[in-house]
């Protein structure tokens, strides 16, 4: 069983900014891809950004130059620095991370329950 457990979300002023985290744990051999994406009412969820096991990354033409993903491998974890933010940035932000098992040989997508970004003056 794997889990993904995101934290960091919250109110901030337009400007401001907010650091998300997500740890992925449980029976993990390897875990490729990680990244964020977020979901504003009434619209489809979106790549925010996201971080390839080498380290590769790419992001939404909306955030560039203002987010920044990273992550820890030995933590398994991965993080969204959000500087600059937008009342358009307002949404529920999920944590993704493609994850091989120990019980199976090829990777699954994996999600978190979800953060609220709450951009508001």
């Known amino acids: 069983q794997v889990q993904l457990v995101e934290s960091g979300g919250g109110l901030v002023q337009p400007g401001g900014s907010l650091r998300l985290s997500c740890a992925a744990s449980?029976?993990?051999?390897?875990?490729?891809?990680m990244g964020w994406y977020r979901q504003a009412p009434g619209k489809e969820r979106e790549l925010v950004a996201r971080?390839?096991?080498?380290?590769?990354?790419n992001y939404a033409d909306s955030v560039k130059g203002r987010f920044t993903v990273s992550r820890d491998n030995a933590k398994k974890a991965v993080y969204l620095q959000m500087n600059s933010l937008k009342t358009e940035d307002t949404a529920v932000y999920y944590c993704?991370?493609?994850?091989?098992?120990?019980?199976?040989?090829?990777?699954?997508?994996?999600w978190g329950q979800g953060t609220q970004v709450t951009v508001s003056s």
């Open positions: 971080i390839t096991g080498g380290g590769d990354t």
């Open positions: 449980g029976s993990i051999r390897s875990i490729s891809t």
């Open positions: 993704y991370a493609r994850i091989m098992t120990w019980l199976t040989t090829a990777y699954g997508e994996y």
